[in-house]
């Protein structure tokens, strides 16, 4: 069992839930931590923090995500420290920008290289599983219509699973330190390859519909999410739109020694009867 122990946030979350099965096969015993779980983290109670980091040496950080984050990040350190912590594993995600206009992400980031304690980043593309678990584009899958809001612009989505193995092996392996990876799966597709792969895997069709970005934003504003959010995901597809993720990354095959998995393999891997309806 392992020496280190790992302490994993967000560990019902799509990464987090499979940065836990993997440390576990390896033989480690992870502290699974959620809002909800046996272990109690929230990011806006630090009344839960100590007893969630009482013991741990590593910590994989799924951070906060709003305004508020890198405020939170540093209070957090700042307990974990204490309690003896000394690596930390960051889910970050590649910025879809090479501007600054994402002040947010590089504050959390430079909060976790300005700790003083050890310390890995992880940059990943959009997740495969975005497509099959409990998200916004998941219940339009399951509609089986896809909304977006560019039709020619590619990302190079990454399966979940190999940002889980990347954590793993720093969180456990040596030479990850100050290391920042960037993350993508091995091709470049477009929305509509996506939904012709999906249909072909789940003998499901599934619709793709562009619309511009003030329908789409009333859209999801419609379907009850905020403007916030809505306008958010347009500048993603703006950015995918203007090309600014189309390069793969081998932040994968680098850590791991191996390719990251292809949609194909992730489309073939999904159960599709618990994603459609009847």
């Known amino acids: 069992m392992s020496e280190s ?76 420290t204490t309690a003896g912590v000394e690596r930390l594993v960051l889910l970050s995600a590649r910025p879809f920008t090479q501007r600054s206009d994402e002040p947010s992400l590089f504050r959390v980031e430079d909060v976790v ?23 916004f584009l998941c219940t339009e899958i ?33 030479g990850h330190d100050e290391a920042v990876y960037e993350l993508s799966g091995p091709r470049l597709m477009t929305f509509g390859e996506v939904v012709a792969e999906i249909s072909a895997a789940s003998g499901r ?14 859209h999801l504003v419609g379907r009850g999410h905020s403007r916030e959010l809505a306008d958010y995901v347009v500048r993603l597809f703006d950015a995918i739109d203007d090309g ?8 994968v095959e680098k850590v791991t020694g191996r390719k990251a998995r292809d949609f194909s393999e992730y489309a073939a891997s999904v159960d599709w009867t618990k994603v459609f309806p009847g």
């Not at 219509?145 to 040596?174: C, K, N, Q, Y």
């Not at 519909?209 to 934003?217: A, D, K, Q």
């Not at 600014?244 to 932040?251: E, I, R």
């Open 5 to 80: 122990p790992i302490l994993v946030l967000g560990g019902t979350g799509k990464t987090g839930a499979r940065v836990a099965r993997q440390l576990t096969e390896l033989g480690h015993l992870p502290r699974i931590a959620s809002r909800s779980g046996a272990t109690r983290f929230d990011w806006h109670d630090s009344s839960t923090w100590p007893a969630a980091v009482d013991g741990m040496k590593a910590v994989y950080v799924v951070d906060e995500q709003g305004a508020d984050a890198a405020t939170m990040l540093t209070d957090f350190i700042g307990t974990a």
């Open 113 to 135: 290289s300005g700790s003083g304690l050890g310390w890995t980043i992880l940059r990943p593309t959009w997740f495969c599983q975005n497509f099959s678990e409990p998200n």
């Open 142 to 174: 399951a509609e089986g219509e896809l909304r977006v809001t560019t039709r020619e612009g590619a990302e190079p989505f990454i399966d979940a699973e190999d940002i889980a193995a990347v954590a793993v092996a720093a969180l456990t392996g040596d």
């Open 205 to 218: 069709e599934v619709r793709l519909t562009v619309l511009s970005p003030e329908e789409y934003v009333r």
């Open 244 to 251: 600014a993720t189309a390069y793969l990354s081998d932040g």
